[in-house]
């Protein structure tokens, strides 16, 4: 099999205080967090992970959270000397940052960009101040602007905006007027999608009661899409949309059944070999990721993916992209032949789901794309 292309992902898990929405492995702790003995972790668990690497090139690398900007520059300057020791890290890689707009949450961005963060994603979800509170967030519109502005201000172009709909009390108009405030700001990158409320947060034990019905979430969707294609955003993923071609690296190799290496609380890596395709996890719980690295260094068991697995996987993650997938790239990244895809894509076609392009492309229609969780469905292992 041949190796695909190879990221990193880094987890940092703090927060100042946990939304009501997110299901992410993030905790509250703010200043409280033990920033310094969780880096000293990473360093260590980074040399582990290069051992994976093998000497293989790292694409992109991405700080997500939690909130990465709750750690200072100095601190990510840090982290990132430290992949540029255990890694051969291209010399056009794209570094991500994820970062909270407020100014309690966000750090220097010129500091960050010195310490080698090239793009920037912040969180803002929305510019309406009141729908801000109802979904626990501790920024106001204004520090999206100013955050945005500062990034560029320290030379960093590419940046991602993060928006939701379908809040508590959104209408139709607020969630246009979003777009509207998003696009003025000339991001590169917008990332707009619905809230759900997953198990395990605050909102799915007590789900808002003015959430918006499915008519107006749909209207919401198909305007907003139309409103950030004639703003010159493309959309090439669910929910993501890029001005000028400039997808997010990172996440296309995720979408695409790259590999990918993990560093951090809760953490999910992938490796292809010739042992086949692996996947790992590192320590959900901070302290205990903490403990584990401090005593041991490695802290994941890889579990190796049986075919029917890693078709699903594969079209999980592929079918979400607009423009699909080659055949070619299936074969490369899982090791299968084209056969193993024929039975489900003949039944995905027969609903109008999928559509080949050509004899060696399949992508999803905008039926499919509506119902992305029935088409994906048709990939599902089949019980024994």
């Known amino acids: 099999m041949t190796p695909p292309p190879l990221s990193l992902y880094v987890h940092l898990p703090w927060c100042v205080q946990k939304c009501p929405y997110c299901d992410f492995n993030s905790h509250a702790a703010g200043d409280a967090a033990p920033r310094q003995r969780y880096l000293d972790a990473v360093l260590l668990d980074l040399e582990v992970e290069a051992s994976k690497a093998a000497g293989r090139r790292i694409d992109s690398v991405f700080l997500g959270g939690g909130t990465p900007s709750l750690f200072s520059p100095d601190e990510i300057g840090r982290l990132l000397a430290g992949v540029q020791a255990h890694f051969d890290v291209a010399v056009d890689a794209e570094i991500t940052m994820e970062a909270n707009p407020g100014t309690v949450e966000c750090g220097d961005p010129a500091g960050y960009r010195a310490a080698g963060v090239n793009r920037l994603s ?5 510019f309406n101040d009141e729908l801000l509170k109802k979904i626990g967030r501790i920024h106001n519109s204004q520090d999206i602007a100013r955050a945005v502005g500062s990034a560029r201000d320290a030379g960093v172009d590419n940046v991602n905006i993060d928006l939701m709909y379908g809040l508590p009390g959104q209408s139709v108009a ?5 777009i509207d405030r998003a696009v003025s700001l000339g991001p590169a990158h917008i990332s707009w999608y619905q809230l759900t409320l997953e198990p395990n947060t605050v909102f799915f034990a007590r789900p808002p009661t003015d959430l918006p019905d499915d008519e107006t979430a749909v209207e919401i969707q198909d305007r907003g899409q139309a409103l950030l294609e004639e703003s010159g955003y493309r ?4 929910s993501a949309f890029a ?11 995720y979408w695409l059944f790259g590999d ?3 560093v951090g609380a809760g953490a999910h890596g992938k490796i292809s070999g ?3 395709v692996v996947r790992y996890m590192k320590p959900l719980n901070p302290l205990q990721y903490m403990k584990t690295i401090e005593a041991q260094g490695e802290s994941a068991a890889p579990v190796a993916l049986a075919k029917a697995d890693l078709v699903f996987e594969f079209m999980l993650n592929a079918l979400r992209l607009t423009d699909g997938f080659s055949q070619s790239v299936f074969c490369e990244r899982t ?3 084209a056969a193993e895809l024929e039975g489900a894509m003949r039944n995905a076609s027969e609903k109008g789901l999928v559509s080949r392009e050509n004899e060696s492309r399949w992508r999803p229609t905008a039926l499919g794309m509506r119902f992305l969780n029935d088409l994906q469905a048709e990939f599902l292992p089949t019980q024994a």
């Open 274 to 276: 010739a042992g086949g």
């Open 235 to 238: 959309q090439y993923e669910v």
């Open 335 to 337: 090791g299968l032949s």
């Open 260 to 262: 990918y290496l993990a």
């Open 174 to 178: 607020m969630a246009i007027e979003d």
């Open 122 to 126: 912040f969180g803002g979800q929305s």
């Open 243 to 253: 001005r000028n071609d400039q997808k997010c690296r990172h996440n296309l190799n």
